[in-house]
């Protein structure tokens, strides 16, 4: 199962970098991690543009990057090989929620649950986007390895050659790493700490009553949270410094183009703003978007009336299935495997925090197929254990037939190696086009443009790292300066203030953010006139006489 899962993401890793690009498996935001670490493999530091230090990305990804650059690759090769680095990541996790599942309930559990992971096709998009997304989701896999692991040694950190105070030096610093690969980490690594304080005994010998427990409990706490902070404060430390915030500054600008995009500036964080927010959320997480795919694809295939008609008797179908399930004493197997999952409570916290935070306050619901892909490793492990329950329930009721419960599984297998194909099918046409025109702006930069040229992007993540120009970003997620001044109402200025003569990117995000966000005063003194006509345009900034 791992080999075939790594064989599918080594050949999408190795497609042309072109195609990469233009069909955003290597997206617009994956190119700026990628221009930060080609600039701070050149000693320029943390920056998109050579001039605008930013803490706006998640440092652990951005970091393991580094290398590739610093040993000299093309930029063009260093996307295939973060891609092979994301595809190795992406197995591995395969085998951590193998090792995790077979830790909470059984080896047939974490064999299903690693079958499911390599075959999903949300996986295989997530988990291989050019970001952290992937890293992210196998540092907080590991993470829960260890906890669930220190549960099952009699309530301490595995024991080891390293001793406990070693194991507990690893857990923190795992969890300080968690938090390096996604700020978004910070309520699991607390639940994390509660759940180990919770059930640990201490380092040190015997205790002998409950306040003596109580005690060793609470300093086998604090010291790994003493350790995680250790591992976070050089880029803590780095954040204050260059940009004076701890948390990163893009998440700030997500907000405010959150707001301006549904034309809410003005109106601040309404009803409006957070129901809409809601439906989004809830709409990702109940996959609304490819159910609506499938219905449509019937409709087109035998036309509305038998495909409604099929779906009514999909949905009949499956009522009698669990009713029938019930009869055969299904949930009694069921629940047993269900009540298993407190030892996850952690990060079914982190999850419900994940929905509030994002669906009532910071909102980019563009990205919540993103932002929520720690539910899918819950999700595979909760559907392993209902298909080894299920295979337990049938082996009991038909013990004079196996092959009964061994068909069940492979009608499951089968089913899920069908959910890849229309899957992958879906994906492929609800994937962005403007992708491409991301690539052909950069490229016409570098051919049309001077060499000392610097040009204003709100989406400049592929221009900054492939057309060989300064490319300063406008829309403030890697440039708190852009953000300030569209805050202000003064990006005219700001753009002039910075040396900008050509201003790029699809027409309605300048009118939006750059127009309606600039004085009328800037706007007299100045008239863009364009120069390349696209999907996405390029102007000249020129005075007024």
């Known amino acids: 199962m791992l080999i075939f899962g790594l064989s599918i993401r080594l050949a999408i890793a190795w497609q042309p970098w072109e195609r990469l690009i233009s069909t955003g498996a290597f997206g617009d935001d994956a190119c700026y991690y990628a221009s930060i670490s080609y600039n701070i493999a050149t000693g320029k530091g943390p920056t998109t543009d050579g001039i605008h230090m930013t803490n706006g990305f998640q440092p652990l990804w951005a970091f393991i990057l580094v290398p590739i650059y610093a040993l000299g690759a093309p930029k063009e090769t260093a996307i295939n090989i973060a891609m092979t680095l994301l595809a190795l990541i992406s197995t591995l996790n395969g085998l951590l929620l193998f090792l995790l599942a077979r830790k909470v309930w059984s080896e047939r559990v974490g064999l299903l649950a690693t079958f499911f992971w390599m075959t999903s096709p949300t996986v295989l998009k997530q988990s291989m986007n050019g970001m952290e997304t992937g890293l992210y989701v196998f540092m907080l896999t590991l993470a829960a390895l260890l906890l669930v692991s220190s549960t099952q040694n009699h309530g301490t950190l595995c024991e080891s050659k390293f001793g406990k105070i070693g194991m507990q030096i690893l857990f923190g610093f795992v969890l300080g790493l968690t938090i390096l690969s996604r700020v978004d980490g910070l309520p699991f690594v607390l639940a994390a700490i509660v759940a180990h304080t919770l059930s640990s005994n201490g380092t040190g010998a015997r205790v002998r009553n409950a306040s003596q427990k109580l005690v060793s409990r609470i300093v086998s706490g604090v010291f790994i949270s003493a350790i995680v902070v250790l591992t976070l404060l050089p880029w803590l430390i780095y954040g204050i410094a260059t940009t004076g915030k701890v948390i990163p500054e893009s998440g700030m600008a997500i907000r405010f183009l959150s707001m301006a995009y549904i034309g809410a500036l003005d109106e601040g964080i309404s009803w409006r703003v957070i129901s809409y927010s809601f439906s989004q959320a809830l709409s990702t997480l109940l996959r609304v978007k490819q159910w609506r795919y499938l219905s449509s694809k019937l409709v087109e295939l035998v036309g509305a009336v038998s495909a409604h008609g099929f779906l009514a008797s999909l949905l009949v179908m499956s009522i009698l299935l669990i009713v029938l399930l019930y009869r055969f004493g299904y949930f009694e197997h069921l629940m047993p495997m269900l009540k298993e999952m407190r030892k996850l409570w952690f990060w079914l916290f982190h999850i419900v925090s ?90 016409w930069l570098k051919k049309h443009t001077p060499k000392d040229a610097r040009i204003g992007m709100f989406q400049s993540g592929t221009s900054s790292y492939l057309s060989e120009r300064t490319v300063i970003n406008l829309d403030g997620v890697v440039n708190g300066k852009a953000l300030s001044a569209m805050l202000e109402k003064r990006m005219l200025n700001y753009i002039v203030s910075e040396g900008i003569s050509y201003i790029a990117d699809w027409d309605e995000l300048i009118e939006l953010l750059l127009l309606k966000r600039s004085g009328k005063e800037e706007l007299s003194k100045w008239m863009l006139i364009k120069v390349r006509k696209g999907e996405m345009s390029v102007y000249k900034l020129v005075k007024v006489k």
């Open 354 to 443: 994940l929905f509030l935070a994002y669906s009532l306050y910071q909102f980019g619901w563009w990205f919540f197929p993103r932002y929520f892909f720690p539910v899918i490793p819950v999700g595979v492990l909760v559907g392993a254990f209902c298909a080894e329950a299920l295979y337990r329930c049938l082996l009991e009721r038909f013990k004079q037939c196996r092959c009964v419960a061994q068909t069940a599984i492979g009608i499951i297998v089968v089913s899920q190696l069908m959910q890849l194909c229309i899957g992958c099918a879906y994906l492929r046409s609800e994937s962005f086009c403007g992708f491409e025109e991301y690539l052909n702006v950069a490229l």
